[in-house]
DNA sequence: AACGCGGGGTG
DNA sequence: CACCCAGCGTT
């Protein structure tokens, strides 16, 4: 409908390159090793896909070192209490994902004696597993010769075949393009096309001299292969503002809270704040002190920028209910936002 | 099908 | 600044 008579992609050509320039990461088995039947560990594959949603490489290494440190085995993590896995999440954003994963976690181990399914339907039946990551397991992991389609896919996919509209639209036909094309090597042309994305057709730049699918680019053809894919209109972004309330007791400990078990930052630590709105509500202090502005915290959200002022104040903790106090040198075993890090910090506090 | 959901790297 | 990243779950 959308592709105009495509030239298929050229999998040997893809895998030829993938065997002289894979990028080498901590979850991956090089094709070398492949090669030789070495197969990579279904649970070092799912956790650093899970932590790879919407998600750097380079945001990604630390997290995937810390946390295979701290829980080798799909067993230590379904073991772990899921507050110790919010802690560690905590910086890494998107956590439901922290949640799913843990849960997961305990449903394989609970209904599949701790061994991952081979399957991209079983994989995806699992929480957090969605289309993408049941495939790029599926076929990273067992060479299930199953589409992989994400982020990079969809601008590799959308310039080879000069994609005249947003890639949502067509989404199903770049996905038949390329389930057609996927070799017997699988997971290797999966990693491999995801490379070719982050490496080659960047987002600004693409090295098409450098692009082993090149012959067959629709895009590089007519001329300037970035103009692709092309985006839909975009939303502007509302600002929202409000108020964060840093307590301290005469010892100097913070007091902190859990957020709703559901929306925005669920079940994260935070600061006691106002509502967040359009119009700046007036400040509502919630305990007696001597309350002192100590600056704005300007956070970006996906779909909103939030602006907040920092207040501190020494407080005698009467009326307050729920939250703890926290000593400031244990603040980085709280499970804190990168928002409420920053807020902590505008009040002088790490 | 559209929307809510973080944070950091990059140009 | 804007853009985008190995997306998923909910509605």
Redesign the pocket.
């Known amino acids: 409908m959308h592709l105009p008579s495509p030239a298929p992609i050229d999998a040997p050509a893809v895998l030829d390159w993938y065997d002289h320039h894979a ?1 080498s ?1 901590p ?2 088995v090089p094709p070398a090793e492949r090669a030789r039947g070495v197969a990579p560990d279904p649970y070092r594959v799912w956790l ?3 932590m ?8 990604v290494k630390t997290y995937f070192l810390r946390f295979t440190s701290l829980w080798p085995t799909v067993f230590e993590l379904a073991a772990a209490p899921l507050e110790a896995v919010l802690v560690e999440w ?8 922290a949640r ?1 994963l843990h849960a997961c976690a305990v449903a394989v181990v609970r209904d599949h004696g701790g061994v991952f399914p081979t399957t991209s339907a079983g994989l ?1 039946a ?9 495939a ?1 397991i599926a076929a990273i992991c067992f060479d299930e010769r199953v589409a992989v389609l ?3 896919l ?2 590799v996919l959308a310039r080879y075949f000069a994609l005249a509209v947003p890639v ?1 639209e067509a989404k199903e036909e770049l996905r038949a393009a390329l389930q057609a094309a996927v070799p017997a090597r699988a997971g290797d042309f999966a ?1 491999a096309m ?2 070719l ?2 490496t080659i057709c ?4 693409a090295l098409c001299m450098l692009c082993p699918i090149q012959p067959g680019c629709a895009a590089t053809a007519a001329g300037d292969p970035t103009i692709y ?1 092309v ?1 839909p209109v ?2 502007e ?1 509302p600002v929202r503002k409000g108020h964060a309330y840093v307590m301290l007791d005469s010892a100097g400990d913070v007091y902190l809270q859990t957020r709703p078990d ?5 079940q ?1 630590t935070e600061v006691p704040g106002s509502d967040w709105s359009a119009a700046l509500p007036e400040p509502s202090y919630p305990a007696q002190g001597a309350w002192r502005h100590r600056g704005q915290v ?6 909103f ?1 939030l602006e907040l002022e920092v207040w501190s104040a020494e407080v005698t903790p009467d009326g307050l209910d729920g939250g703890w106090w926290a000593e400031p040198g244990a603040l980085a075993g709280e499970a804190l ?3 409420f890090r920053k807020v902590l910090a505008e009040a002088g506090l790490q």
């Open positions: 990028r990461l979850w991956r650093s896909e899970v790879l949603q919407q998600t750097t490489v380079a945001a905590a910086g890494l954003g998107y956590y439901a994902r799913n995806q699992l929480p957090g597993i969605g289309a993408y990551t049941s790029a994400d982020g990079n969809d601008r949502r990693q995801m490379d994305g982050a960047a987002p600004r730049t894919p985006k975009k939303a972004r559901k929306g925005l930052l669920a994260m300007v956070h970006i959200f996906t779909h920028r936002p990168t928002l």
